[in-house]
């Protein structure tokens, strides 16, 4: 039965969403995989979609799928760039990865709106401002 099943527990792997300017002076959003444990993790896989109401109308975007293979011990990877317009919608990240030969997931998710500079935070390991849920 499910209720006897106990996936492990995913503790200190964040994504964080960051803005970058370019040289040419655009501005750009970036997603990120930190890994914030002392071992690498492996496998790594990342799911990701957008999904909620804009004008009035539902809104999905295409599930995108990024395999980063191994993110070292205290490292990050970049997952995607993130157009700005979606911000007004749910963004969903579920991310899959192994440890020591044991599966773990989990599914961040940044809500509408709370990708905006008042809730930035210095993202460690990666050392730039930006929002993240670890």
Known sequence: MQ??????????????????EIPDGEILWYAYLVNFKDVPIEGVLVSTRGYGIKNGEDVKTSVLRHFLDVIKAKSFAKIEPLPEDLFSIGNEFWVSFYQNKIMYDKKYVFVAESIREENFTLVPILNKRGVMIK
Do not use: T, W
Request: glycine fraction near 6%; aromatic fraction near 0%; charge should be negative.
């Open 3 to 20: 209720k006897d099943i106990h996936p492990p527990k995913v503790e200190d792997i964040g994504v964080a969403i960051v803005k970058e």
